[in-house]
């Protein structure tokens, strides 16, 4: 396994101004090169420089070691770097970099059409077209859905995320910091209730599902819906998995009224869950599917899978771009999707899942500021909240985040009220690694 050597010890220390994390010297000298050179609105979770990174190991330029638990924002599940990504990637530079699919096509593209057709829920005829980045997949998603049902509006969910575009900020929830003073927003974007069991009181699946759709019936009304579009486990939300039945039930409601029922699988597809589709845990099979974050071990690629009624919709030529499945990200999406197999590393999500839930429960029965632990496979959060309340504690997230940080951890928060630890390992760290980064977690928690 492709994985730099661990050099260990405390990485980061702290400065003198409280919350202020101090990387070594040549990080250091390009973060004040970043501050001349890059946008300060550009943030960086950490103050370290990438110098390699491999089998659940960042090593920096100064040559810490960090035990990886983000992946890149889920985006490198099948590892840095993975082997079979490196040699089709290498293969396909060498033989063409760029023609535009849409001038002079090539294989690669048609391939990861067809494995997405195959792979993806739904025992249907389907279609693909392929994009740069999770934003644009969803753009696609709604230009598609509007194309086909001559309708306008579309429907997302309190604390969604799906990209930082003009549409897509439109759709996404929180103001800070995605969408503040970025508007004027697109038009036609409503805001339904979702289901998050820990601050529903208990609400049912089917019963948080119906206050959804008597939402949107009263607010948008069924004619004018052209979409509803969902995560179906929220990311930069919080990890939020809905109550069981909320998804079946909005999916039976939009294919009764004609809307078409988009995934956003960005964050979640590709094995992360435990399986290939988080959908597949409840057996819903949406019109449309939107993927990208893992599906090229690491290269930018994203795509719009469904129904091939749906997909064939807009007019010749109303999909595409420059760079959309660019040829070396197919080949790398192709490398990655093998490696998911020839790994077993579906199952592997799940079995790391398993092992992060157990320990956090146990940390969890002996401190009540865990309010809950929660997720499915590999996708792991931690909700923090005031001792034995559900307050959330921002505070208390971003403590124990920088407590990993300075003692070589890479741990990312999220949430809409900022306090949630969340833990999306390479599928293919070493248990030994993982359990080390968890009781630095643990440690983070019992110091803060
Ligand atoms: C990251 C993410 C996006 C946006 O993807 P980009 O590639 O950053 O544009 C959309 N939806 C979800 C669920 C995501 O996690």
């Known amino acids: ?93 060498e033989a063409f970099t760029h023609t535009c699919f849409m001038i002079t096509p090539y294989s690669g593209y048609v391939e990861v059409a067809e494995l997405l057709n195959r792979i993806t829920p739904g025992d249907f005829e389907k279609r693909s077209a392929l994009f740069n980045s999770g934003a644009e997949g969803i753009e696609n998603a709604v230009k598609i859905a509007r194309a086909y049902t001559g309708r306008q509006a579309v429907v997302a969910f309190d604390h969604a995320y799906h990209g930082r575009t003009n549409l897509t900020m439109a759709l996404t929830a929180k103001n800070q910091p995605y969408k503040s003073g970025f508007g004027p927003f697109a038009p036609e974007v409503y805001r339904a209730p979702l289901s998050y069991p820990f601050r529903d009181g208990g609400l049912s699946g089917p019963d948080a599902a119906r206050r959804a759709i008597d939402h949107i019936e009263k607010q948008v009304g069924v004619e004018n819906l052209a979409a509803i579009l969902i995560e179906p486990i ?7 998995v809905p109550a069981e039945g909320f998804l079946p039930t909005l999916v039976d409601w939009a294919r009764e009224n004609g809307v078409v029922f988009i995934a956003d699988e960005v964050q979640t597809g590709f094995a992360r869950t435990g399986a290939l589709f988080a959908s597949e845990h409840e057996g819903i099979e949406p019109d449309l599917i939107v993927t990208a974050k893992g599906i090229a071990g690491g290269l930018p690629l994203a795509a719009v899978t469904g129904r091939a009624e749906i997909m064939d919709s807009p007019q010749p030529g109303g999909l595409g771009g420059t760079y959309g499945g660019n040829p070396i990200a197919c080949a790398a999406a192709l490398a990655s999707f093998r490696t998911i197999e020839d790994e077993g590393l579906v199952a592997r999500a799940a079995s790391l899942g398993e092992r992060i839930v157990e320990r956090l429960r146990g940390i969890q029965s002996t401190d009540s500021r865990i309010g809950e632990v929660r997720g499915r496979g590999a996708m792991v959060a931690l909700e923090l909240v005031k001792a034995g309340t559900t307050e959330p504690d921002a505070a208390l997230a971003k403590a124990i985040a920088s407590y990993a940080h300075r003692n070589g ?20 760290i070493d248990e030994a690694l993982l359990d080390e980064g968890l009781s630095i977690l643990a440690d983070g928690l019992a110091k803060n």
Request: one cysteine or more; hydrophobic letters at 45%; a neutral charge.
């Open 1 to 93: 396994m492709h994985a730099p050597t661990i050099t260990g010890g405390p990485a980061l220390t702290q400065s003198k101004t409280p919350g202020e994390i101090v990387a070594g010297p040549i990080s250091q000298e390009w973060a004040a090169r970043k501050s001349k050179a890059v946008s300060a609105a550009v943030g960086t979770t950490m103050p370290v420089y990438t110098a390699a990174a491999g089998g659940g190991v960042v090593v920096d330029v100064d040559g810490n070691s960090f035990i990886d638990l983000g992946s890149g924002i889920a985006v490198t599940s099948i590892g840095n770097s993975a082997p079979a990504v490196v040699d089709a990637v290498t293969r396909q530079v």
């Open 234 to 240: 929220q990311g930069e939300g919080g990890f939020i």
């Open 409 to 428: 951890v890479i741990l990312l928060t999220c949430g809409t009220y900022g306090n949630i630890i969340r833990l999306l390992p390479p599928l293919v």
